[in-house]
């Protein structure tokens, strides 16, 4: 499902210099498999998911997801491929203020095979317990909620690889085994490859493959 060969990754620094932040040899993850990269911050956790998202391309290497190399689409084709092959829980949750809990998931459908399920978004927000709060703003929702929205919203489009970053480091204690066992269970059923990164042991220990980012990642960078 997911192929990642010879990836690096570099950004310039004010000096000029080159900061390495990627260099991977190999990453793989089966189609279906459930699997954490755990790494301190500054290890390059998000810097890969943006690379295997193709919101931001290596300066080499391939990136294989689903049989395609994402790496050599033009920019148009890496986020139509995205929309229509990728579900992506943000952390910051990213969600339109001015829409509704079920636009937001519906706008999200429109980005990849151009048509809005009404009743695909209706049953994933009755999925993360918020069919009563369909016709609320992202401003009137607790941010446990908004997240719940986020994750509904990442598996519009049935991904064949759904990406989080960090999703229970906004949500407080309460919810956030909730949010987990929520990505959990819908991948699982729809046979979702997932990768979540974060820092948190306590979401790392309730996962059979657990990979440390510092020992995959040779780089010698500093920065997400």
């Keep these: 499902m997911l192929l990642l060969e010879d990836v690096r990754k570099s950004f310039v620094e004010p000096n000029g210099r080159q ?13 279906g498999e459930q699997m954490v990269l755990i790494g301190r911050s500054g290890c390059g956790k998000t810097t890969l998911l943006h690379v295997i998202a ?12 689903h049989g395609v190399d994402v790496t050599r689409l033009a920019e148009a084709g890496r986020d139509r491929f995205r929309a229509e092959n990728l579900g992506y829980v943000f952390q910051t949750f990213n969600l339109l203020p001015g829409f509704s809990a079920l636009e937001n998931v519906m706008l999200g459908m429109t ?15 009755e999925r993360v317990g918020l069919a009563d709060r369909a016709d609320h703003k992202p401003t009137t929702m607790s941010v446990g909620e908004q997240q719940r929205v986020a994750v509904a919203r990442a598996l519009a489009n049935h991904p064949r690889l759904l990406l989080a970053d960090e999703p229970t480091a906004n949500v407080d204690p309460g919810n956030q085994q909730h949010i987990i066992d929520l990505i959990r269970q819908t991948c699982s059923d729809e046979k979702i490859s997932l990768v979540i990164v974060t820092h948190a042991m306590e979401v790392a220990e309730q996962f059979d493959r657990v990979d440390r980012l510092e020992e995959i990642n040779t780089a010698l960078g500093t920065t997400t």
């Design 19 to 31: 900061l390495p932040v990627l260099n991977i040899q190999r990453f793989s993850v089966e189609r």
């Design 54 to 65: 193709g919101i931001s391309r290596p300066d080499s290497g391939r990136v294989m997801i």
């Design 111 to 125: 980005f990849g095979r151009g048509k809005a399920d009404r009743r695909r978004a209706t049953q994933l927000l």
